[in-house]
C-alpha cells in the first residue's frame, strides 16, 4: 500500500507541475463576441480610395504644387551668413604673434596679424580674416575665421569655419563640428 500512495503521490505532483505553467494559457471568449484578428489575418477592403495628386513641379522656380519655400537663412552660404551676423555685433580685438583669449562670452573680430590663436575660454563667437593656427581647449566656443591653415581642439562642443582648402585639422575634444560648413544649422543668438 505504500508503493501506491508514492506512485499517486507523484503522479498527482506530476500534474500539478504541468498544469502550472499552463494556467494562464487558456482564454474564455463569449459566443457574442467575434474573435480579435490575429497578426496574419489580412484585412479586407471595404471602400474605395478616391482622390488626386498633384505632382511637384519640374520648374525648380515655380510656386505651383510647391510644399514651400526655402528660408533665406538656409539658402546660400551658411559661412558667409555666420560670419557676417557675429560680426554685426562683434568688437574689434588687435591680434598679434600670440593671442590668448581666456574670457568667457566674448564677440571678437580679430584684426591684424592673428599667426597663432589660442582660445581657453567658454562661450566666445570669433570671427577674422585669416590665422596661421588655431588652438581651443575651452568649451562651446563658434569661431570662423576665412584663411586658416591649422587647427587644434582639444575641447568640448566648439564649431571651427574656414573657407581656405588646405587646412590641417586635430581634434582630441568631444562633440565638436569643424569643417567648411560646420556652421550648418548652428543658430547664433544675440
Known amino acids: 500500500m505504500p508503493a501506491l500512495r508514492t506512485k499517486r503521490t507523484v503522479s498527482t505532483l506530476a500534474a500539478l507541475m504541468l498544469a502550472i505553467p499552463l494556467a494562464g494559457c487558456v482564454?474564455?471568449?463569449?459566443?457574442?463576441?467575434s474573435p480579435a484578428p490575429t497578426a496574419s489575418a489580412v484585412p479586407?477592403?471595404?471602400?474605395?480610395?478616391?482622390?488626386?495628386?498633384?505632382?511637384?513641379?519640374k520648374d525648380p522656380t515655380s510656386t505651383e504644387g510647391s510644399l514651400g519655400t526655402v528660408p533665406k537663412e538656409t539658402a546660400g552660404d551658411s559661412f558667409q551668413?555666420?560670419?557676417?551676423?557675429?560680426?554685426?555685433?562683434?568688437?574689434?580685438?588687435?591680434?598679434?604673434?600670440?593671442?590668448?583669449?581666456?574670457?568667457d562670452g566674448q564677440i571678437l573680430l580679430l584684426v591684424g596679424d592673428c599667426k597663432d590663436v589660442a582660445i581657453t575660454g567658454t562661450g566666445n563667437m570669433i570671427v577674422a580674416n585669416n590665422a596661421r593656427s588655431v588652438a581651443i581647449?575651452?568649451?562651446?566656443?563658434?569661431?570662423?575665421?576665412?584663411?586658416?591653415?591649422?587647427?587644434e581642439v582639444s575641447g568640448v562642443g566648439n564649431v571651427v569655419?574656414?573657407?581656405?582648402?588646405?587646412?590641417?585639422?586635430t581634434d582630441s575634444g568631444q562633440?565638436?563640428?569643424?569643417?567648411?560648413n560646420a556652421l550648418d544649422g548652428v543658430e547664433l543668438a544675440f
Open 137 to 151: 581647449s575651452g568649451a562651446g566656443n563658434i569661431v570662423a575665421i576665412k584663411s586658416l591653415r591649422q587647427v
Open 81 to 103: 551668413a555666420g560670419f557676417d551676423k557675429i560680426l554685426e555685433h562683434a568688437q574689434k580685438k588687435k591680434c598679434s604673434e600670440d593671442t590668448d583669449i581666456s574670457e
Open 44 to 57: 479586407t477592403a471595404t471602400a474605395s480610395i478616391q482622390g488626386t495628386a498633384t505632382p511637384l513641379p
Open 175 to 180: 562633440s565638436n563640428s569643424l569643417g567648411r
Open 27 to 33: 482564454s474564455i471568449q463569449p459566443q457574442e463576441e
Open 161 to 169: 569655419a574656414w573657407r581656405s582648402g588646405d587646412t590641417h585639422v
